[in-house]
Every structure is written in C-alpha cells, then in structure tokens.
C-alpha cells in the first residue's frame, strides 16, 4: 500500500471536519440568499427545497442564522447533492460574471459616444458591432451631451445601447 492510498483511508481530522463543515454552511447561505428565479432554476429535492424556503421565510437574526445551520446540516447528508449544487452555483457566478462584463462595456462605449474626441470612432465601432442600433437617435442624443452636458440623454443612450444588445441576445 503506498503512502497515498493509506492517507485516503485515514478519517478526516477534527480541522478538516470542521472545515467542510463550514463549506457546508456558506453554500446554505448562499442557497437562502440567492434570488428567487435563480433558486427555481435548482435541481433539489422537495425535502431540500423547502428546508431552503423554511430558512428563507424565517424571521429573527437568531432563528434564521440556527435555520440556515438546519439546512447545513441537511445538505451534509447529501454529499452527491452539494456537488451537483457547486457546480450549478459557479454557472450562475459565470453568467453573473458575463453580464456584468457585457455591463461595463456598454457603460465604456456610452462614456466614448458621449465623449466629444472619441466619439467617431465609438460610433464606427458601434454600428459595425451593432447594424440595427439605431444610429440616428444615439447620435442626436450624444450631440446632446456634447453641446449641454444633458443627464437624461447620456444615461439615455446606455439604455438604448442596452436594449440593443437584449434583443438580439433573444433572437439569436
């Protein structure tokens, strides 16, 4: 037997427990603090999902934290469960993290449109991006901002950047 496999055999020290355990614990948070649309998309089981809905619902600092140590405790039974969970989870950070990327470059290019020295180019780069935008508009409103600093038109033109985007993202 090498030293490996004698190592995989010895049971976990009481840190290592402890230390799992409190894995366990921040994915029971998670799970209670993660939104409702999101939640549904989850693939639990009824037992595990309304411990998850108990821990959401209850009211109180004491009671809720000692409910989410509940769920903790139950998710420790289902190890092949947690897994499933952490992945799941790192799907919903990676497309969190996905639009807000897409968020910041919209917020960029708005920023280069509304900028009098990059606006050109911002503005070729848009329509070469985007060939339905609608050119007119954001271009009225980017001379809006250029010639009156106007606020309404600057955070208009994100939104229409941002609509956009959202309606070829639901055609293709």
Known sequence: ?????????????RTKKK?????????ANRLVELPQQQFRKLELDDELAAEVEEARSTGGRSSHKRQVKHLAGALRKREEQVMALLAALEDVDQVKY????QFHKLE??????CDVKTFQQAFDEMIAQWPAVD???????????HN????RAYREIFK?????????????
């Open 1 to 13: 037997m090498t030293e490996a496999e004698s190592a995989e055999n010895l049971p976990l020290s």
């Open 148 to 151: 009156s600093a106007d606020k």
């Open 135 to 145: 050119r007119g508009g954001i271009s009225r409103l980017a001379r809006s901002v």
């Open 98 to 101: 996905s639009e807000k990327r």
């Open 19 to 27: 230390q799992l355990a409190k894995e366990i614990e921040k994915l």
């Open 108 to 113: 960029d290019l708005r920023d280069r449109l």
């Open 160 to 172: 229409r950047l941002r609509d956009t985007v959202e309606h070829l993202e639901e055609e293709g």
